[in-house]
């Protein structure tokens, strides 16, 4: 009998653990709020987190695009027998990764030298070197106030490759 009266006691003073603990959620309206502290804190994080990786992969596709395009040009150049030849394969293997890669035609930039420095470029024997430059625009910027301008990445890169000796010979 007395175990029963004690057990009666404590599930009594459990119920009203619960309903106190119920009433004074319910005064300071704390219901519900998880869900929506969930889906703003979600998305005040995720988005700016979206929009880096998604700038990121912009940004390294024209990396891997400028990087190709002066290595390709730099061979292409080089394994040339003439010059007309070769001006004629730079412009295609440029057309080719600008097409492949996405790059922005208009900020396309080549710089091409030689090797021993003042040298005709290209000669039989040299090495040239192709720097292929380009800028890379972030998405979502509009157009307001030429922001869209001012929110670019440049990406460069170079490549050197060694003339044939035999470069320009009949």
């Not at 309903?19 to 929506?36: F, I, M, N, P, V």
């Not at 040009?73 to 394969?89: F, H, K, L, W, Y």
Request: glycine residues 8%.
């Amino acid at each position: 009998m007395l175990r029963s009266r004690r057990s009666n006691e404590a599930e009594a003073l459990a119920e009203r653990d619960v309903r106190e603990t119920q009433s004074a959620r319910r005064a300071l309206g704390e219901t519900g709020s998880a869900a929506l502290e969930f889906i703003v804190a979600g998305l005040l994080l995720l988005v700016p987190v979206v929009y880096l990786v998604v700038s990121l992969g912009l940004i390294q596709e024209q990396s891997l695009g400028v990087e190709a395009g002066a290595r390709h040009i730099a061979r292409s150049v080089s394994s040339a027998p003439d010059a007309v030849t070769a001006a004629t394969r730079a412009r295609a293997a440029l057309a080719t990764v600008v097409g492949e890669y996405g790059l922005d035609r208009d900020s396309v930039r080549i710089e091409m030298s030689c090797r021993p420095a003042g040298a005709a470029c290209p000669e039989a024997g040299v090495t040239l070197i192709v720097t292929l430059s380009a800028k890379v625009s972030l998405p979502l910027i509009p157009p307001v106030l030429g922001l869209d301008r001012l929110a670019t990445v440049p990406v460069e890169a170079s490549a050197m490759q060694r003339v044939s000796q035999f470069w320009g010979a009949p």
